[in-house]
């Protein structure tokens, strides 16, 4: 039962072209979304998040926007450069008797060609 | 001065051994968690600690056993290891009431 889906294993993108990640989730519960980089051989490292009372978060070359209706996020990088090709998982959390528990997608591994 | 550090790093062992990876944090968070990640790359959590104390227990064997000495510590122990438990282990953790983890930087444990 995969709460958090992300769809697209890998993703390609030349540099200095926009790079769009795509999550969906399916439990209403969730209110806190994150989006979370990872290098090989290295842990996740947070990028940036988003709650559920906001639509857009920006910061910097990464925006991160929220449709709950749909019960869709996208991160958009702006411009890709090299350094950003790496696996890319999004997260989402909901507050469970003062835990915070982050369920992860399967991650999607971005390229950026040259 | 790493934030969340792993020992060790890799770690390779026969079915049936026990062993243990030790994860510190240097960050004064009050959370910690341990999560697996599988062949299909999926992060699952499997518990939480929050000041010493076990918060998030998931539906782990009991062949697996968190201590936590101290709210800076948090290692996993494995009891006669399976060749399912190979896998890449990370250790997390969190300050009070953020949501935002960090992470460290993995074991790959390898059980032949």
């Known amino acids: 039962d995969q709460q958090v889906k992300q769809n697209s294993p890998s993703l390609s993108v030349q540099e200095g072209r926009i790079s769009i990640l795509n999550c969906d989730y399916t439990n209403s519960m969730f209110d806190y979304f994150l989006w979370y980089k990872k290098y090989p051989a290295e842990g996740p490292t947070f990028l940036i998040s988003i709650s559920s009372i906001k639509d857009k978060n920006e910061d910097g070359r990464f925006t991160v926007f929220l449709n709950k209706s749909a019960k869709h996020l996208s991160l958009h990088i702006v411009p890709s450069q090299p350094g950003d090709s790496a696996v890319y998982f999004c997260?989402?959390?909901?507050?469970?008797?003062?835990?915070?528990?982050?369920?992860f997608g399967s991650g999607t591994r971005l390229s950026i060609r040259p | 001065d790493t934030a969340v550090s792993q020992t060790p790093k890799y770690l390779v062992t026969q079915m049936g051994n026990d062993k243990s990876i030790k994860c510190e944090q240097n960050l004064g968070h009050d959370t910690m968690y341990w999560y697996k990640q599988d062949s299909k790359k999926f992060l699952k959590i499997m518990f939480s600690y929050n000041n010493k104390e076990l918060i998030i227990n998931e539906t782990v064997p009991n062949r697996f056993s968190p201590k936590s000495p101290d709210k800076a510590h948090l290692n996993l122990h494995i009891n006669s290891l399976e060749l399912g438990d190979s896998a890449v282990y990370f250790c997390a953790s969190r300050q009070g009431n953020t949501d935002t983890q960090y992470f460290g930087p993995g074991t790959r444990l390898t059980v032949l």
């Open positions: 997260a989402a959390s909901a507050e469970y008797s003062s835990a915070s528990k982050i369920i």
